[in-house]
């Protein structure tokens, strides 16, 4: 007698019972995830919560700057670029939650869009000669800039702003005055990156995707134009927060 052979979809077949266990074992991992917050979404939004978060930038009573001043890094662009700001690139990667939550090292930046003072923006101007907190920052004097405390854990910026820099006068034919000089805030200077001589640049030209967006690459690089000045690459506003409100009003034009 011949037998037909018929397939029933009821009937498990292969490695079912392995199968489930591995579904199981995978919703469980997920679930224990979720509960620590470990998840990628969760990591993400954590991180913006805290990276974002509003920072008060140093009052401007004499118009100058001061060490120990919290400031923003503002390029305004110019004809072929847009305004952007010196920021924290900071990842899920970047997270660390030892000895408490916060970013780690490396440090490294971008020039992003935004120009709310936040964790993420706002950076501290760091004697790096035995100058006191509070002394006037001086043009040609060398100094560093670290993040704020806390979730930004004062740290030393990495990459082209890892090591000292100087503030030198917008106008080249004025620097030789300028020198030791207080360097205002809230005007376009050029800062010098002391190791190599190289002005602090964004490059508008050079585009990437990060957490928070479109953003722009930050180096140290001299543009110069045709009459041998500093193009709009290198012109930088260290922008405080003023009595009259001038530091931020500034950035709203």
Known sequence: MDFIRTYNSSVKIGNWNEDLCLEEDAKEEYLEKKERGELAAQKVDFLKENILRPVNLSVTNDGGLHFGDVIMLVNMGGENSERSVVSINADINSLTKTP??????????????????????????????????????????????????????????????????????????????????????????????CKTNQALAVLGDRVFWTTYGKEYEVTAHTFLDCYKVEKDNNHWILCTSDPAGDGLALLNR
């Open 100 to 193: 408490s939550p916060g970013i780690q090292i490396p440090c490294a930046v971008s020039a992003g869009k935004s120009v709310q003072p936040c964790t993420r923006t706002a950076f501290i101007i760091t004697s790096v000669d035995g100058s006191p907190e509070g002394s006037m920052l001086r043009f040609e004097q060398s100094f560093a800039l670290k993040t704020t405390s806390g979730f930004a854990r004062g740290l030393n910026l990495t990459s082209d702003l890892q090591s000292f820099q100087k503030v030198v006068h917008f106008d080249p034919q004025e620097r030789l005055e300028y020198e030791d000089q207080p360097v205002p805030a809230n005007v376009k200077v050029v800062i010098i990156h």
